[in-house]
């Protein structure tokens, strides 16, 4: 955004959100030329090693992060957090022990997270290429899953100004890039843009406000703010141990994006159903053998090329990632069955929350903090 080109603003996000089990947005995109591309990228060695972030109960049991589950609004019932007594309800995500039946609220949760108190506000917390946003919920209990290209960016002060901030708030803005039925790329069925969000003051959360397409100078304006979570990945190097090759990721992004299709209405039906049985998720004892991997990884290529809905870009973009970044095709294999166990077109929101925190993945309510 140059400070030589004036910003406009629309009242809306190319009905951004409204895209669920169906739902048609504001106004229905006609047929895009997709620009075909191979990557040329060479195979990147990839470090691995131990993430310590867990909740633990007081028994000692790993505690997973749960959100209301699709569709499911007026069964997700109120839990009070074990530690504070405050409210979990629908809005927010809760840590769960499920062997003790007790819940944290997000807020409780942070200093076993790694993350600072609420009361100590300062710098947003680090976001990094390939961290999750969850946007959301909606009216049906769904959130919008958006994957991240980029950390926080410095925002033009024009940008800042027409959003008329509230006392105390500031703007943050990243790189993002989804699969939805309100918006496509130039050249892509997926959508690239640069989000905006306001971090308002008293709980450091964030609402998403709006965005900016690539070479655009029209600021699409959300009607409604839409609260936003943060689901940050384990590769973060600065921890000492697992790292992320963000070239390699943007270049898997890209080309991911090149060969994308369109979102599929039809997909997102079929994934509420294969959450009520569990079917989302790769079980990681079926695949013991190197020739039941190999196996596999035939069955993850496929599973690519379906029509997506919002979860499938950030779980086909993390497992694309580690068949370029890993040595060998077993490799990569094991590390998906590790950080990124599901199917692309059967996962809903819901689902890779659960699943991804038992496994180095951290849910914040939350932008404030030093690093996550």
């Given amino acids: 955004m140059g400070n030589t080109c004036a910003i406009s603003v629309a009242s809306s996000m190319h009905g951004r959100f409204v895209q669920h089990l169906g739902m048609r947005g504001q106004d229905e995109e006609g047929e895009v030329r997709m620009a075909r591309r ?27 992060a749960k959100v209301v589950k699709e569709m499911l609004v007026s069964c997700y019932a109120e839990r009070y957090c074990e530690r504070c007594q405050d409210v979990c309800d629908g ?16 807020a409780c949760a942070r200093s076993e997270l790694g993350l600072p108190e609420l009361e100590d506000r300062g710098e947003p917390l680090d976001l990094l290429t390939g961290d999750i946003l969850l946007a959301g919920p909606d009216s049906y209990g ?32 990243c790189d993002t890039i989804e699969s939805t039925q309100g918006a496509v790329g130039s050249d892509t069925w997926w959508y690239p843009t640069t989000t905006f969000f306001v ?29 936003t979570k943060l689901l940050l990945h384990p590769f973060r190097s600065f921890q000492g141990g697992l790292a992320l090759d963000e070239e390699v990721f943007l270049e898997v992004i890209d080309a991911a994006a090149a060969n994308s299709v369109r979102y599929g209405r039809r997909t997102a039906v079929k994934s509420v159903i294969h959450s009520f049985f569990h079917r989302e998720r790769i079980d ?20 690519w090329t379906q ?66």
């Avoid at 899953?145 to 800042?160: F, H, Q, Y």
């Avoid at 008293?202 to 959300?222: F, H, M």
């Fill in 38 to 64: 191979k990557s040329s990228a060479s195979c990147v060695p990839h470090r691995s090693g131990t993430f310590k972030h867990a909740v633990h109960c007081p028994e000692g049991h790993v505690m997973r």
């Fill in 91 to 106: 809005e927010v995500s809760r840590y769960l022990c499920k062997e003790c039946d007790i819940v944290y609220c997000n």
């Fill in 142 to 173: 769904i959130h919008h899953v958006i994957l991240v290209k980029s950390g926080w960016k410095p925002v033009d002060p024009e940008v800042a100004e027409v959003l008329h901030l509230e006392p105390g708030a500031d703007v943050l803005a």
């Fill in 199 to 227: 971090r308002h003051q008293e709980r450091g959360t964030l609402t998403l406000v709006a965005d900016l397409p690539p070479d655009s100078t029209e600021l699409q304006q959300a009607i409604t703010p839409v609260p």
């Fill in 284 to 303: 990681q004892e079926q695949f013991q053998t190197e020739g039941a991997r190999k196996q596999l990884a035939e069955l993850l290529s496929t599973s």
């Fill in 307 to 372: 029509n997506p809905i919002c979860a499938s870009v950030a779980i086909a973009c993390w497992q694309q990632y580690f068949f370029k970044a890993c040595a060998s095709s077993d490799e990569a294999v094991q590390q998906i069955l590790q950080y990124m166990p599901h199917w692309c077109h059967k996962t809903t929101p819901a689902a890779l929350v659960k699943n991804l925190t038992l496994r180095g993945w951290v849910m914040s309510d939350t932008a404030d903090g030093a690093n996550a």
